[in-house]
């Protein structure tokens, strides 16, 4: 075969690589949101909701980095259920807790700006109680 045809090949393999194309573009928003591209990282980020396993580390790292500068409390609220699972990253009730009460204390503050729901809230607030009990600080 010829060389042009062993090109052409490896590109139609490439082409049905779809795991492969998938990775690749996710790089490409790693690289994006690295050099301030918002866009980016709010894509990254909802790989948590849209993606496997797989890629909880790329969606935690920037579920984080935009919830520590942000005052979004969907964002707050995902870097809480993430470390509480240890979903891309290790499993940290305390961490979590302290991003619970980030999210109520937004909520409050947004009032009625707020993305969250009634029924949001009320979990959030459900989660702080028995994480409070659970670590041993019903008391704060």
């Known amino acids: 075969m010829s060389s042009q045809g062993v090109g052409l090949l490896d590109r139609v393999k490439h082409f049905f690589d779809f795991e492969a194309r998938r990775r690749e573009k996710y790089q490409e928003w790693d690289r994006l949101a690295e050099n301030g591209d918002e ?20 969606a935690f790292k920037w579920t984080v980095a935009v919830a520590n500068v942000g005052e979004d409390c969907g964002v707050t609220l995902q870097a809480a259920e993430m470390y509480e699972a240890g979903h891309g990253a290790p499993k940290n009730e305390e961490k979590a807790l302290l991003w619970y009460e980030r999210t109520l204390s937004l909520h409050i503050m947004q009032g009625h700006n707020s993305p969250l729901s009634l029924d949001a809230a009320n979990y959030v607030q459900g989660r702080i109680q028995a994480l409070r009990i659970k670590l041993g600080k019903q008391n704060l």
């Open 39 to 58: 866009e980016a990282r709010y894509r990254l980020l909802m790989l948590y909701r849209e993606e496997s396993e797989e890629f909880y580390p790329l």
